[in-house]
């Protein structure tokens, strides 16, 4: 062992041998294994003052073995830089003098022009020795806050003057340990981004996501607080203006509210300029009592058959046409219904006419819809124009005619008033170059305009749903040209127009002011007299028209809770009324609000109709399956059923009433209610009948002993149980025993047993009084 040991002392040390370029180490692992590295070896700088060695020692020093050429070339290359270096200092020199001191430039000329060639080297030679000897120890700092990039190398972990420098995951968890410490620390609050101020446009109502996408926030902020507020809701709900407004100023927003009826505000457009202003077309209403001629009229005028296409010989719609007179302009009629159930019709005509012809028949004179016509006109300021129709008939009177509507305000130009009166025969067509120039010479003095260039807006005249076509629009354009491919917004229906035809049936581009034409490309049918405007973008469209139909929603909500608020306080000492509930189906929208307005006005004892549905368009599924939950009657008018809604009315025994003039309806639905009602009966007593003693069988079974005091008793009459004089029940007679047996019939003065139907309470004393009930016609 101690020689062991002694050997081991003797074995040389593992040290690093230096060599010139490169330095090995020798690397062991376990087990005994070991390998040599090489490494590079770097010199250590050092920043101390060196002297500087001149270049003719530095030659002879590094290099002994050159020759006398090469030394002399070496020489002359020194020389060329000393003189080199001369000329910089002094181009320094006099760069900086001038930006010192410009005023002094010429005196440093005159200076430098004296100083000789000779004192210009001596002096740069006297600065650069003084910058040899002169210079000031720079220290360089050890770069520690220089990340490191790469990975560490040996000769870099080897070399003592770089020091270990942190690493960029040490850097990392260092920060994430400071926002660690920081949110620890419930003093230290997080520092907010300062908001920008930004104004918030509030409606009546809006939705808590809605409020919180304009508000650029997370939903749970704001519920979070309205829950501060005392308000719970969830992100879909709907909230009032005035939270809404207490949530935007929580966040430091400034709100705004608007109204959601803003949405409509700048749909009419702007007023038009008088230089934008050219005559337009005038807009006649033919008006006057059901079967005085209008339509007769119109026809006489057009050259055209219309009266042999409605139904019954009377018009039930509005019909627009245009006319060439023979100046060359054109004029546009409108006709309208004489029925009493069309006022709302003739009502619309008189608003958007300039001018109204009054037709008044000659042999019938002014009658109720006359009269009508005339407060329509009034009240639309219109100028009337009375056409004395049927002139030619054996019984004619024009002038009680005239007498009849002074009357009524109509003062003619020949008793000193300012009406035009034309007689005139649609038979004979006498009188009718007359009426064209009268309502020429009208038009004349109105002086009508309009702008054809702005965007179109005007009336809807009709509406209906044709199949294969859809929704068919009849208008009229009041203001700006009518375009294909254009936005319109009528009511609460909104599209684009695919398509627009005259009163012809012929394909047109465009419609100018004061003309009629159908549409084609709405999503339903709008009510008539609704106003339409053409808007420039599809999404104001929808906006505009989904307001419009949460107001009619809203309204007839409301109408309904209000009828049932009032029903419940009147019904205490009043009869309940019985409804009549009925689907009405039309043509057009106008046909179908003269139908309902009609059948409201009915009123048969205590029966009213009830309207469930009313529509456009023919009779479908959804129409059957709602008269069939309901009891209902269907009112088609001008209009089928499909072949599902035949079938389905089958099958659920639905009634579906088909008519072609609305009178023919009116009449049926009332017959319809009278049949409906309960029949009465007369009473007539046959005969009086005291109880004497009351005969118990068992608790549910009790035989009354009586005396027939007065005419007689049958075992089918009906019996009235008085008590004290009181009726106390009402009730028929189930078996009638004289000594046991059956008996049809017991005569006054006569005893007998009786059991009634559903009555057991008997005692003595009451009376039974004996009637026959007997129904009338």
Known sequence: MTEDKQENNKRPRLELKKTFDLGKIKQ???????????????????????????????????????????????????????????????????????????????????TNNKITSQDKSDSAKEEKNSKLTNFKL????????????????????????????????????????????????????????????????IPDFIAVNDLGSRLAEKNSDIIKILMKLGVMATINQTIDGDTAELVVMEFGHVPKRVSESDVEIGLSGEVDDESDLVLRSPVVTVMGHVDHGKTSLLDAIRKQKVTQTEAGGITQHIGAYRLENSKKSSITFLDTPGHAA?????????????????????????????????????????????????????????????????????????????????????????????????????????????????????????????TGRGPVISVLVQKGTLKVGDIVIAGKEWGKVRALSNDQGERINEALPSYPVEILGLSGAPSSGDEFVVVDSESRAREVTQYRDRMIRMRQSSSVKRGTVEQMLSSANQTEDKDFPVIIK?????SKEAIEQSLRKIQVENFKVKILHSGVGEINESDVSLASASNGLILGFNVRSNVQAKNLSKRDNV????????????????????????????????????????????????????????????????????????????????????????????????????????YNDFKENDILQCFLSIKLS
């Open 586 to 590: 039309a043509d057009v929208h106008g």
């Open 342 to 466: 069309f006022s709302q019709m003739r009502a619309r005509g008189s608003n958007v006419t300039d001018i109204i012809i009054l037709v008044v028949a000659a042999d019938d004179s002014v009658k109720d819809q006359t009269v009508e016509a005339i407060s329509h006109a009034k009240a639309a300021k219109c100028p009337i124009i009375v056409a004395i129709n049927k002139i030619d008939a054996p019984n004619s009177n024009p002038a009680k005619v005239e007498s009849d509507l002074m009357n009524h305000g109509i003062v003619s130009e020949k008793m000193g008033g300012d009406v035009l009166m034309v007689e005139v025969s649609a038979k004979t067509k006498v009188g009718l170059d007359k009426l064209m120039e009268a309502i020429t010479l009208q038009s004349e003095l109105l002086e009508l305009k309009s702008n054809p260039s702005r965007d179109a807006c005007g009336t809807v005249i009709e509406s209906k749903i044709e």
């Open 138 to 201: 720079i220290k360089v700092p050890k770069k520690q806050n220089e990340r490191r990039k790469g990975k560490l190398t040996i000769s870099e972990a080897l070399d003592e003057n770089n020091e270990k420098v942190r690493s960029l995951a040490a850097v990392k968890r260092a920060r994430e340990k400071a926002k660690l410490r920081l949110t620890q620390k419930p003093e230290i609050k997080e520092i907010q981004k300062e908001k920008k101020k930004r104004e918030i446009i």
């Open 655 to 758: 009634i579906i009433k088909y008519f072609s003039i609305i009178y023919e309806v009116i009449d049926d639905v009332e017959k319809s209610m009278k049949s409906c009602l309960e029949p009465e009966f007369r009473e007539d007593i046959i005969g009086k009948v005291k109880i004497k003693k009351v005969f118990r069988i068992s608790k549910s079974l009790s035989i009354a002993g009586c005396e027939v005091l007065e005419g007689k008793v049958t075992n089918n009459c009906d019996i009235k149980v008085l008590r004290d004089d009181e009726k106390i029940f009402q009730t028929s007679i189930e078996s009638l025993k004289r000594e046991k047996n059956e008996v049809k019939e017991v005569n006054s003065g006569t005893e007998c047993g009786i059991k009634l139907r559903n």
């Open 28 to 110: 062991n692992f376990s087990h005994g294994r070991s390998r040599s590295v090489s490494v590079e070896v770097k010199k250590k700088r050092s920043f101390s003052n060196i002297p500087k060695k001149t270049d003719q020692e530095d030659l002879e020093g590094k290099n002994q073995t050159l020759t006398k050429e090469d030394s002399e070339v070496i020489n002359k290359q020194i020389k060329d830089s000393e003189n080199d270096d001369l000329k910089e200092t002094k181009e320094k020199e006099t760069n900086l003098n001038k930006f010192k001191n410009p005023e002094t430039k010429d005196l440093k000329k005159k």
